[in-house]
């Protein structure tokens, strides 16, 4: 999980459908602007694009018995259905991190251990930092049902070969600092990546070896 800017103003359609009695959240100009906002990648697991978009709501609206939530432009985020079907529990309903007004980055460090996703607070924090690194945890690690289980799998998978990605140019860049490693890093690096916490965590875990690396991401 990373820093989202939102943009604004809110898609014309959430005003309009809030007026009705069963109105919609999920728009297509809602999808189109979230998927741009969010560089086409759920803002929980980070898996990128994503293939079947779902509209997640931070806070829940109860089946619209919050009808403020359900269509506050910045109660909604792009997620995919695993991650969405995970935070659908009442654990998580106090709330979690909100990335596009706080910076996630700041309050845990994500970390790919043994084959094991590890999300570890940085320092004192309050329910909702813990909440939110358990959820991510729990994204990589679901084994409620069969389907999740899959699904988590896939994640996984997907989260080892962006990190091998990861640390084959790493291993570039200590002979190639100006060139092309230096140009592929940055773009592996940066926010709009896949599973961009897990790498720029990983640069953060290893600044002494990489400051200038470090430097870029902290700019």
């Not at 999300?119 to 069969?146: I, P, W, Y």
């Given at each position: 999980?990373?820093?989202?800017?939102?943009?604004?103003?809110?898609?014309?359609?959430?005003?309009?459908?809030?007026?009705?009695?069963?109105?919609?959240?999920?728009?297509?100009?809602?999808?189109?602007?979230?998927?741009?906002?969010?560089?086409?990648?759920?803002?929980?697991?980070?898996?990128?694009?994503?293939?079947?978009?779902?509209?997640?709501?931070?806070?829940?609206?109860?089946?619209?018995?919050?009808?403020?939530?359900?269509?506050?432009?910045?109660?909604?985020?792009?997620?995919?259905?695993?991650?969405?079907?995970?935070?659908?529990?009442?654990?998580?309903?106090?709330?979690?991190?909100?990335?596009?007004?706080?910076?996630?980055?700041?309050?845990?460090?994500?970390?790919?251990?043994?084959?094991?996703?590890?999300v570890r607070t940085l320092s004192e924090h309050d329910?909702?930092?813990?909440?939110?690194?358990?959820?991510?945890?729990?994204?990589?690690?679901?084994?409620?049902?069969?389907?999740?289980?899959?699904?988590?799998?896939?994640?996984?998978?997907?989260?080892?070969?962006?990190?091998?990605?990861?640390?084959?140019?790493?291993?570039?860049?200590?002979?190639?600092?100006?060139?092309?490693?230096?140009?592929?890093?940055?773009?592996?690096?940066?926010?709009?990546?896949?599973?961009a916490g897990f790498k720029r965590s990983y640069i953060?875990?290893?600044?002494?070896?990489?400051?200038?690396?470090?430097?870029?991401?902290?700019?």
């Amino acid at each position: 999980m990373v820093k989202i800017e939102r943009s604004y103003p809110a898609p014309a359609s959430l005003v309009i459908e809030s007026q009705k009695k069963n109105g919609k959240y999920n728009g297509e100009d809602v999808i189109r602007q979230l998927v741009h906002d969010f560089h086409d990648k759920c803002y929980i697991c980070e898996m990128k694009p994503v293939t079947d978009v779902q509209v997640e709501h931070l806070l829940p609206h109860r089946g619209g018995e919050y009808r403020d939530r359900k269509f506050d432009w910045d109660n909604l985020f792009l997620s995919c259905p695993h991650c969405n079907q995970v935070k659908n529990k009442t654990k998580y309903d106090a709330g979690i991190i909100d990335c596009c007004k706080e910076d996630p980055e700041e309050f845990l460090l994500f970390q790919l251990e043994n084959d094991s996703v590890v999300v570890r607070t940085l320092s004192e924090h309050d329910g909702k930092t813990q909440r939110t690194a358990d959820l991510v945890e729990e994204t990589f690690h679901c084994m409620n049902t069969g389907s999740l289980t899959h699904d988590s799998e896939i994640r996984l998978q997907d989260l080892q070969k962006e990190m091998n990605v990861l640390y084959t140019w790493l291993g570039r860049y200590k002979n190639d600092k100006n060139g092309r490693a230096k140009r592929t890093l940055k773009g592996l690096l940066s926010r709009e990546s896949a599973y961009a916490g897990f790498k720029r965590s990983y640069i953060r875990l290893h600044k002494k070896e990489y400051p200038e690396l470090d430097a870029m991401i902290s700019a």
